[in-house]
């Protein structure tokens, strides 16, 4: 197998000269670029997963819905709560954001 040889990257400094940069110096440092942007965006993500929906939000209502009730959601912890709505939930309510199981 005949390897080429690929020329260097280029990477222009403020002064607007020419600074060679290996491409595996290149690669490392990209992949550690996105790696942290995974890191960060994984922060964000997990922090507005644990604020949880107001009843309100999302039309909690005291009466089941055509078969479908917080007993029967994806989101009921079985203990009168809810993993994405905040306060007691009872079993037999109905809310905008049920999921079946």
Known sequence: MIKKHLPPIYLKS???TSVPIDRRVFLERTIGLLVG???VASCFQSAT??????KADVNY???PKDGQSCANCK???GAGG???VEGEIAEDTWCSV???V
């Open 37 to 39: 942007a995974g890191i």
């Open 75 to 77: 989101f009921w912890d």
């Open 82 to 84: 809810c993993e994405i």
């Open 98 to 100: 049920w999921v079946e």
């Open 61 to 63: 209502q005291d009466t």
């Open 49 to 54: 997963a644990a604020e949880k929906y107001s």
């Open 14 to 16: 403020a002064e607007k």
